[in-house]
């Protein structure tokens, strides 16, 4: 499996880059900053059972001619591209919309909505060229319709991803090119614990997962997607899930956290 993943050198990116690897495939990630790449491809990955299947390249997902120009290299060093994941994404702050900066505002949207909508833009020609592959959009907090006060440009950009999906879905039908959505649910990276609030530590040790265990689901399920299908919408967190977890929620307590909000366990998450 021939695989590109944005903004995937860290959080849920990583964690999907990592598994794709375990499993045989070949990985691009991305970062926007050119200076980074070599750093990061070193630190990320050395080790030589992973470094010839797995490249880091510079890319903005808000500028059109770093997406384009992503698509032919990451093409060329793949050998084709099969899956591409839009997981580059950034969150708000914890403020109302009347507190929230112009340019803050301006920058999530354009990075997880905008950025979505350009790079399915840019490798869709190719796709539909090849007639061959498969685009998952990634989706979050606000796409199922649930409103959180303080969370309103994040919600709003990941909102319109399910029908960006489906729309794009009709708009490439017959085309033998794929379009899915993909839903990690709540995961313990540094964009869900910024600003995070004392009160909110508990839900998280019942609610969250780790981005290796996210991976884990979603990635056996992104590789069997069948050739010629769309409209795939894997969700690691469904209603029943979040019920089972809540009534489940004393053997979950001190999971992830202690009393007093301490990151307690052994896998880095970014944070802490």
Known sequence: MRVVIT????????????????????????????????????????DPDVCDRARVMQADVTDFPSLTALVTSAAQWLGGIDMWINNAGING??????ETEPAQIKSVIETNLTGTLLCCRAVLPYM??????????????????????????????????????KVLGKETKGTGVGIHTISPGMVLTDLLLHDVTPEAVPIF???????S??????????????EG??????????????MWKFLTARSRKGRFFNEEGQYTGTEDIGVL
């Not at 860290?10 to 499993?23: D, K, N, P, S, Y």
């Not at 200076?35 to 990061?40: I, L, N």
């Not at 539909?128 to 006060?149: L, Q, R, V, Y």
């Not at 265990?213 to 069948?226: C, Q």
Request: charged content about 20%; aromatic content about 6%; glycine content about 10%.
């Open 7 to 46: 903004g995937g050198t860290r959080g849920i990116g990583l964690a999907l880059c990592r598994r794709f690897l375990v499993e045989g495939d070949s990985v691009v990630v991305t970062t926007r900053s050119e200076r980074k790449v070599a750093e990061m491809q070193a630190s990320l990955f050395s």
């Open 128 to 165: 539909i060229e090849k007639g061959h592959g498969h685009i998952f959009n990634m989706d979050g907090a606000g796409s199922n319709g649930m409103m959180t006060a303080g969370y309103m440009t994040y919600g709003v950009s990941k909102n319109a991803i399910p029908y960006l999906s």
């Open 205 to 211: 040790n019942i609610l969250a997962e780790l981005p």
């Open 229 to 242: 299908s769309s409209g795939t919408y894997h969700k690691m967190l469904t209603t029943p899930k979040v």
């Open 213 to 226: 265990s996210v991976a884990d689901f979603l990635v056996p399920r992104i590789r069997a997607t069948k």
């Open 93 to 98: 702050i914890n403020v109302n919309l009347v």
